[in-house]
């Protein structure tokens, strides 16, 4: 009857003993850490997103499948088909607030008012596509 839910960490530990006739106990300790990681889908919010430093909509947050079991990579191109940044998003508990768009271009410098094409790989795959609008 237990349930675990999406972003629960699970952790089990077992101590083993024998009980030998002649000599003392052999004992061991095993511990496991699982954590639950949530399933998503494809989705990027709020969308558009305002990155003008108001501290409201100022990043665009991505979802993806898989996101926290693999690594992956989000691509931002703009309509010209240049591309604008990418995002290295990690493995872990870290991936949901490494999928994030501030806005900017690989050096820093606020991209164009304008939409967006982005494109996210896991392991060289395609899983999602779409667009983002940046307004100011």
């Not at 003993?17 to 639950?36: A, E, M, R, Y």
Request: aromatic share 14%.
């Amino acid at each position: 009857g237990i349930q675990f839910f999406p972003g629960d960490t699970v952790l089990i530990s077992l101590r083993l003993c024998d009980l030998p006739d002649i000599c003392s106990s052999n004992c061991g300790f095993f511990q496991w850490k699982f954590l639950i990681m949530p399933l998503y889908g494809c989705s990027r919010f709020p969308n558009p997103f305002t990155p003008n430093g108001d501290n409201i909509h100022d990043f665009v947050y991505f979802r993806f499948p898989n996101m926290g079991y693999n690594e992956g990579k989000i691509y931002l191109y703009d309509v010209h088909n240049v591309l604008v940044n990418t995002i290295n998003v990690p493995s872990g508990g870290n991936a949901i607030i490494k999928a994030i768009w501030d806005g900017t271009d690989m050096d820093g410098n606020p991209a164009p008012s304008g939409v967006y094409l982005y494109v996210i790989e896991v392991d060289g795959e395609v899983v999602c596509t779409g667009t983002v609008t940046v307004a100011y």
